[in-house]
């Protein structure tokens, strides 16, 4: 039976060890400020030079089809993303120093998720409109026109703005030392509140999105191995 002498050496061990513990997990980060530098210079330069080029390319062909209206939001959601770069290579080149405020801080982090969940809703659009294209060509003629390609484009980007707002409060910064982090998420504080939320819009944007290119391109796969009618399978018939 425990003493009540014995109880603050029990404490202070636990406490003790949990320190060890915690020192000992600690991770290493180095590599990431080799690592991430590198990558998004790369990505930045590459990004930067062939999505300009998309977007005067499209901008020369006029006037656009509805794939190519899809396309031409792909390439501005990414050209957009790709000017946030140079300000998270400062920062992991700077060791994980943000000198550039909270707002700052807030707009990058939306372009992030934003690009990513344009890019999805967008290939969404493109894999409807092979869809109609190939499983019902008639009607695709008839139902799919430019302006209806402007809408969904129009519909994509608000519902992702609309989405990402409260990611504009999650995201923020704090000090570390003498440094100032950028969060990619929030603050610890807020972390829980953050994964329902972003469980959510994930849900949303990304799960509901991914089922429906997997039925479209199943359906268009069983669609062009069917037989054609009217041709006969043997050659001899013909």
């Known amino acids: 039976m425990a003493t009540a002498a014995s109880i603050p050496v ?17 991770f290493d980060e180095e590599f990431k400020y080799i690592l991430l530098p590198v990558s998004y ?14 977007l005067w390319t499209f901008v020369k062909m006029r006037p656009w089809n509805p794939n190519a209206i899809f396309m031409f939001h792909l ?22 120093h943000w000198p550039f405020g909270v707002a700052a801080c807030k707009i990058v982090r939306f372009l992030f998720y934003a690009n990513l969940y344009c890019s999805i809703l967008l290939l969404t659009c493109i894999s ?12 695709a003629l008839s139902l799919i026109k430019p302006r209806h390609a402007h809408l969904a484009c129009a519909a994509v980007w ?6 990402l707002v409260p990611n504009l409060v999650f995201v923020t910064t704090s000090r570390r030392d003498n440094d ?11 972390f829980e509140e953050y994964v329902d939320y972003s469980s959510a819009v994930m849900v949303l944007l990304f799960g509901v999105p991914f089922l429906v290119i997997v039925a479209c391109y199943c359906k268009m796969a069983h669609t062009l191995c069917r037989p054609r009618r009217g041709l006969s399978a043997n050659p ?3």
């Open 10 to 26: 029990a404490f202070n061990q636990s406490v003790t060890f949990t320190s060890i513990f915690n020192a000992s997990c600690r």
């Open 41 to 54: 210079t790369l990505v930045f330069v590459a990004g930067l030079v062939l999505n300009a080029t998309a």
């Open 75 to 96: 390439a501005l959601s990414d050209f957009l993303y790709v000017l946030s770069l140079p300000t998270l290579i400062y920062y992991y080149a700077n060791r994980s």
């Open 128 to 139: 409807l409109h092979r869809y109609m294209g190939i499983c019902h060509p008639i009607k």
């Open 158 to 163: 608000a519902a992702v703005v609309v989405c």
């Open 180 to 190: 100032t982090l950028c969060h990619d998420t929030t603050s610890q504080d807020s």
């Open 236 to 238: 001899a018939s013909r």
